[in-house]
């Protein structure tokens, strides 16, 4: 089954606390993602991948790194988080239908920085 | 660059009645556009694409949307919505450059009642 996993789905943690959001796609797609949902806002891009070793900035990347060292993993890792990275995150995939891009995304994890 | 408007962030409606929600957006360049439905405490789930070709494009759920270029909108319509399509609908768009960044609209929940 084609699939986007993210863990964990819920994560309780505190300021400045290091830690890590991992992404797996299982779909062989060059294309990954990761995005921010709050109300009122919507989806905002974070970091998007093109292939392995290619990342770009997406609309909000401060306070966020990732990296693509193979392609089916895209963690998001945030070195010093702080309460306004409070967020329902999620992570996409995307590949090309014809010359088509469409985009898979996972179940959501929610972060709270307390 | 590219933008999304979703005017309208909540839309109540009775059960069997038909329902438009609304999606604007502008770009100076050629654009793919998409509906996304979120169902409560679940990921995106793709409603329809336009890509090229019919303006009328049909999804699931019988969901069907018109692209209409000179008015640069893509609204969502269903002509008899069911108790089950409460949720939240977001229309995106991305351009055809290779970089696939993603623009999300700001969301419309849809509520159907009884």
């Known amino acids: 089954e084609a699939q986007v996993t993210q863990n964990p789905r819920y994560l309780i943690t505190v300021t400045g606390k290091k830690l890590t959001v991992t992404c797996s796609q299982n779909?062989?797609?060059?294309?990954m993602s990761w995005y921010r949902q709050d109300p009122g806002l919507g989806l905002r891009q974070i970091y998007y991948?093109?292939?392995?070793?290619?990342?770009d900035k997406g609309d909000v990347p401060e306070g966020y790194k990732v990296s693509r060292k193979e392609k089916r993993n895209f963690p998001l890792i945030l070195e010093s988080p702080s309460p306004n990275q409070t967020s329902l995150y999620f992570c996409a995939s995307g590949g090309l239908q014809g010359k088509r891009h469409i985009q898979y995304f996972g179940a959501g994890t929610r972060l709270s920085v307390l | 660059a590219q933008s999304v408007t979703q005017l309208d962030s909540q839309v109540p409606v009775f059960e069997e009645a038909p329902v438009e929600l609304r999606c604007n957006y502008s770009?100076?360049?050629?654009?793919?556009l998409f509906w996304y439905v979120q169902y409560p405490n679940q990921g995106l789930q793709l409603l329809l694409k336009y890509l090229s070709g019919s303006t009328l494009v049909k999804g699931i759920n019988g969901f069907e949307a018109e692209f209409n270029k000179s008015q640069t909108s893509f609204h969502l319509r269903k002509p008899s919505v069911h108790i089950s399509d409460t949720a939240e609908y977001f229309c995106a768009v991305t351009t055809f450059s290779g970089t696939y960044k993603y623009i999300f609209g700001t969301g419309t929940r849809l509520k159907v009642l009884a």
């Open positions: 991948s093109m292939n392995v070793e290619v990342t």
């Open positions: 770009s100076s360049v050629s654009v793919y």
């Open positions: 779909m062989n797609h060059e294309y």
